[in-house]
């Protein structure tokens, strides 16, 4: 028997859109973190996607936007998972104790490949959006204006990048999720009709919401003890030292405070680096 159900099972994946573009610049990563469910999709650009501390600490952040997890967590075999396997077995254990593991397991590790769902949002994040980013970014090699022999580079990149990148991908999983899907009348699932629709209101669509409610406190919990063992969020998600964070605030005011955009974003870089450099030099 088919059901229709939200929070039946969360897909998750790593995988870049800018992979190609980004090996023209030396030390540059931009790995995105993949979140699916049935009808919701989300990504994030993370500066570190290959360690467990680092994606437990963003599933934590999924379970505390969310309000709770799925029956099931589907994700791509690897040592960086650990953290995440931990959390939903501990977190659907302790609130959802009559299932069971049995016929509904925690979670299924596959390789990433044979994850179909989610790489194909990556194949679609890809064409819909990477093209375009690639463009902007590769100006500045074009030009000349990124160097990987200047050290803080890399940091003022991040600094500039990351946040217009996020702001693409985020515009990016709003018209994913709030787009009208084509009519499919073959098929055993909802179609012709706007994902967020059916992820808020599953019972309109002849499904079921399997959510399992997490309170916060118990998230507070689980993260501080995730702190301790592994260190604090920051640490782990944050793309630049906080001593380089303050001196691009104050040199960025220091400036005016340009306007900042994926068109603008080369001539800022350019306009702070000297200041920057000036204030390392001494």
């Not at 939200?6 to 790995?31: A, C, D, M, Y």
């Not at 467990?52 to 967590?73: P, R, V, Y």
């Not at 064409?127 to 590769?138: P, Q």
Request: aromatic share 12%.
């Amino acid at each position: 028997m088919f059901v229709n159900s939200e929070w039946q099972r969360i897909r998750s994946s790593i995988f870049g859109v800018l992979g190609q573009t980004i090996k023209s610049f030396h030390n540059i990563t931009l790995p995105i973190i993949g979140q699916k469910l049935r009808k919701d999709e989300r990504g994030f650009f993370v500066p570190n996607s290959r360690t467990a501390a680092a994606i437990g600490h963003l599933f934590l952040d999924f379970i505390e936007a969310t309000g709770g997890i799925s029956i099931q967590m589907t994700m791509d075999k690897g040592s960086e998972i650990g953290w995440q396997y931990v959390i939903q077995d501990t977190f659907r254990t302790t609130f959802a104790p009559d299932i069971d593991p049995e016929v509904y397991p925690v979670c299924r590790l596959i390789k990433s490949v044979h994850n179909t769902i989610i790489e194909a949002f990556r194949h679609w994040l890809k064409d819909k959006l990477g093209r375009n980013l690639k463009e902007f970014i590769l100006i500045g090699k074009r030009e000349r204006i990124f160097s990987p022999d200047v050290h803080f580079h890399v940091s003022l990149f991040y600094w500039i990048f990351v946040p217009l990148l996020q702001a693409k991908l985020d515009e990016f999983r709003l018209w994913c999720n709030h787009h009208r899907v084509r009519v499919q009348i073959e098929k055993n699932m909802p179609s012709g009709h706007v994902p967020a629709d059916a992820f808020a209101h599953p019972k309109n669509f002849g499904g079921i919401d399997c959510r399992i409610s997490v309170p916060q406190a118990a998230v507070d919990d689980m993260r501080q003890m995730l702190t301790e063992e592994v260190g604090s969020r920051e640490s782990h998600l944050s793309w630049f030292s906080l001593e380089f964070a303050e001196l691009a605030e104050q040199v960025y005011l220091h400036i005016g405070k340009p306007t900042l955009s994926l068109e603008t974003a080369w001539g800022v870089f350019q306009q702070m680096a000297r200041p920057i450099a000036d204030v390392i030099e001494l």
